[in-house]
């Protein structure tokens, strides 16, 4: 693959492995770009960018506000919560507007899937999914496989264990396309009710016994409990959640010893992670971070129309 | 007097077990033996004849919300799908909960309607679920069942009093069977779809708990509750069952959910969503042997229009419904050409089954009926175009689609309605 060809960013499902490992090797230039003592490239001057948040964030926001300012882009962003939206102007009216201004590129966040899907098919601005309801958060997908391609110099034949609420989780349907794309083994793992059998047809394996889940794992991707999106009825308490699928240093103690520990944040300390767990020399989690600065400038400037020079 | 012939069409009237090639004889606005006088003639060579087709699933929006479809524009989408009478729902603003509202509809439809409109009345007051409405009365106003569809009463306790009560009144009560703490928020079929597309499922057993609840009301009231929209196949299953043992259940499906399945969402497109939701090939499949074994009695459209602007928006909050009526036929012909069923079989769905359900003098060419003819073209070759509809709405999945067969003539009470040009 020589070129970049999509306007938007909306999704790992509906992209080939050629484009991903494109996406993943354009990171790698600006990767670079983030060592040195300046960290500012002219690539996108002249260019707006518009961070359109409806629904609370502020890790994700930050690193696409940072990443397209070290794009030299003009950058705004724009907050809401979704019921404001509802009840007054509608997200296509908000959308339109901003093309009026002649935005370049809209990043949205949505608490509602398909939600950036609306805006690309709507919109001649570059559309980037920052995460959209529980359905997916391509960048993070992409800093998830930067992260483990920069640690294990390989994702296909690795066997990555995604563990938690699965079922409300954009971050694992993204990581579970990508990483079955390129070859990796995917296990699912979490209380029934959050890791339904039905993600098995997405070409996983589901178990719901924790064990069986860390044995042979190369990287373990633990996702948080995500108490806004969840009814009462999915499990008894954060406690027998932590009882039960938490990773804990007794069953750190077992994973395999070169393995992996990776979390999209924010962490919940002693719930889904133990606090020390979290801060070992095994955990790759501020890594992540700092690789997705990389991959949401690669992203912006190859939606832009921008192309990597290979070398 | 006004009068009419059709002649050299296939007549199908199911009532009379007619098949066979015949001309039909309209005067004074009732079907007569013979011809007489002064004659109008249709010719209907190569056509199908049958009585006016009746849809029992209908959202008129008015009183309310005329601005998504009126009486007026609801009906006249009704003649050009070919139905002659219809049944208005009671979700209303206000609710047809009251004998004011049902006198509203009927003088309305007096007034503006090319079809004729049965109304429902509302099961509890303001559909809310909580007290029952004044049946008896709205029995006397003129309504021909009560249902508060769009909603389900989740009371089991007040759904039996109301069958118990409706019963003196031989009020048929119909129900839009879905579970509000299963189904909660959910906005598509609970399954591999939802899965993928990270949207809220609205699983299958939200719809069989009622459906199964339903049936056994109707057992121990030993009154008639007939099941709307049916979407999954345990559903067909439990109706079936009950059926066999002679319990007063009945059941309908909508051509979207025998046409359609929710690999169809996969682009968010919001005119895909709607309640019940489309559910997998496997649910389709089971509607169709429900269908052609009569375990399904009845099609209805379950026609909902929505303004453009409600339903572009994010899937999530767009309003659940499609407009159905112009398109109904079409994709009903098409269990004909699957051999599904018989041309006849599917007649009796449109006709006599729905009529003799909510008792309505419909649904037949015997002499002395009500003029009430559908002309249909089995074999025309058409695509629905939304921006041609008569509804005031658009929110079809079927836009752009190519059907086969169509009304070509829907007469009511011996006048045409509407006639294709």
Redesign the interface.
């Given at each position: 693959m020589k070129r970049w060809q999509r306007k938007d960013l909306l999704g790992i499902?509906e992209l080939s492995a050629a484009e991903i490992n494109f996406l993943l090797t354009s990171a790698q230039a600006f990767k670079q770009v983030g060592k040195r003592s300046v960290k500012k490239v002219p690539s996108l001057r002249g260019k707006t960018v518009v961070n359109l948040f409806i629904e609370p964030s502020t890790r994700t926001r930050t690193s696409f506000e940072l990443a397209a300012t070290r794009l030299s882009a003009d950058v705004i962003n724009i907050t809401a919560n979704?019921s404001s939206l509802?009840k007054g102007e509608?997200?296509?009216d908000t959308a339109l507007n901003l093309q009026a201004l002649h935005a370049d590129v809209i990043i949205i966040r949505?608490?509602?899937?398909?939600?950036p899907?609306?805006l690309g098919r709507l919109l001649k601005a570059s559309v980037i999914n920052a995460g959209?309801?529980?359905?997916?958060h391509p960048t993070q997908a992409l800093l998830d496989a930067f992260t483990i391609l920069e640690k294990k110099g390989r994702i296909a034949g690795l066997n990555v264990t995604i563990l938690g609420d699965i079922?409300f989780s954009?971050v694992a349907?993204s990581n579970i396309w990508l990483l079955t794309k390129l070859g990796a083994n995917v296990t699912l793992a979490g209380p029934s009710t959050l890791v339904?059998r039905?993600?098995e047809?997405?070409g996983c394996r589901v178990t719901h016994n924790i064990d069986d889940a860390l044995r042979d794992a190369d990287v373990v991707n633990l996702l948080r409990i995500q108490h806004e999106r969840q009814?009462q009825t999915l499990f008894p308490s954060i406690g027998e959640y932590t009882t039960m699928f938490g990773l804990n240093k007794e069953r750190f103690a077992r994973l395999k010893p070169d393995a992996m520990i990776m979390h999209p944040g924010p962490v919940n300390r002693g719930v889904e992670i133990d606090s020390e767990v979290a801060d070992c020399d095994r955990s790759v989690i501020l890594e992540q971070v700092t690789n997705g600065l990389a991959v949401r400038m690669a992203v912006l400037f190859l939606c832009c129309g921008g192309q990597v020079v290979e070398s | 007097m006004n009068s009419l012939i059709i002649k050299h069409g296939r007549v199908i009237d199911p009532a009379n077990r007619v098949d066979e090639i015949r001309d039909v004889f309209i005067a004074a606005g009732k079907i007569t033996g013979t011809p007489s006088g002064h004659t109008e003639v249709i010719d209907a060579t190569g056509k199908i004849v049958t009585p006016g087709l009746i849809d029992i699933h209908v959202h008129l929006r008015e009183p309310g919300r005329s601005d998504k479809e009126s009486i007026e524009t609801g009906t006249r989408c009704a003649a050009r799908g070919g139905f002659t009478s219809i049944v208005a729902m009671p979700n209303t603003t206000p609710a047809a909960d009251n004998t004011g509202t049902i006198a509203f509809i009927k003088q309305r439809a007096a007034e503006v309607a090319c079809v004729n409109v049965f109304p429902a009345g509302a099961i509890t007051k303001e559909l809310k679920g909580e007290e029952l409405a004044p049946i008896g009365s709205l029995k006397r106003a003129g309504v021909v069942a009560i249902t508060d569809d769009g909603r389900c009463v989740q009371n089991n306790e007040l759904m039996r009093r109301a069958v118990e009560y409706a019963k003196m009144f031989d009020l048929p009560v119909m129900d839009h069977c879905q579970d509000y703490n299963i189904a909660a928020d959910g906005v598509m079929h609970e399954g591999y779809w939802s899965a993928v597309l990270g949207l809220r499922g609205w699983p299958s057993v939200a719809e069989e708990i009622i459906v199964a609840r339903n049936i056994l009301m109707a057992e121990v009231t030993d009154w008639h509750i007939h099941c709307q929209h049916l979407s999954s196949a345990r559903s067909v299953g439990l109706v079936r069952e009950a059926k066999k043992r002679g319990v007063k259940i009945s059941a309908e499906a909508c051509p979207h959910h025998f046409t359609l399945s929710d690999e169809r969402l996969k682009d968010y497109d919001t005119n895909f969503k709607m309640n019940p939701p489309l559910r997998t090939e496997a649910d389709r499949q089971a509607l169709l042997a429900g269908l052609a074994d009569g375990t399904i009695d009845i099609i209805a459209s379950d026609h909902a229009p929505h303004c453009t602007y409600e339903k572009q928006v994010e899937f999530d909050v767009a309003p659940f419904g499609i407009i159905g009526l112009e398109t109904e036929l079409a994709l009903s012909l098409a269990l004909v050409q699957q051999k599904v069923l018989s041309l006849s079989q599917l007649i009796e769905k449109l006709t006599t089954n729905p009529a003799k359900l909510l008792r309505l003098p419909k649904g037949t060419l015997s002499a002395g009926a009500d003029a009430d003819v559908t002309v249909i073209d089995p074999t025309a070759e058409w695509t629905y175009d939304v921006e041609q509809s008569a509804s005031k709405s658009n929110n079809s999945p079927f836009h752009g689609c190519h059907l086969n067969g169509r009304a070509v003539t829907t007469i009511v009470g011996g006048k045409i309605a509407w006639q294709l040009e």
């Open positions: 499902q979704a509802v509608t997200l296509k949505h608490s509602a899937a398909g939600a899907h609306f959209d309801g529980a359905h997916e079922l954009r349907r339904p039905v993600f047809q997405l009814r | -």
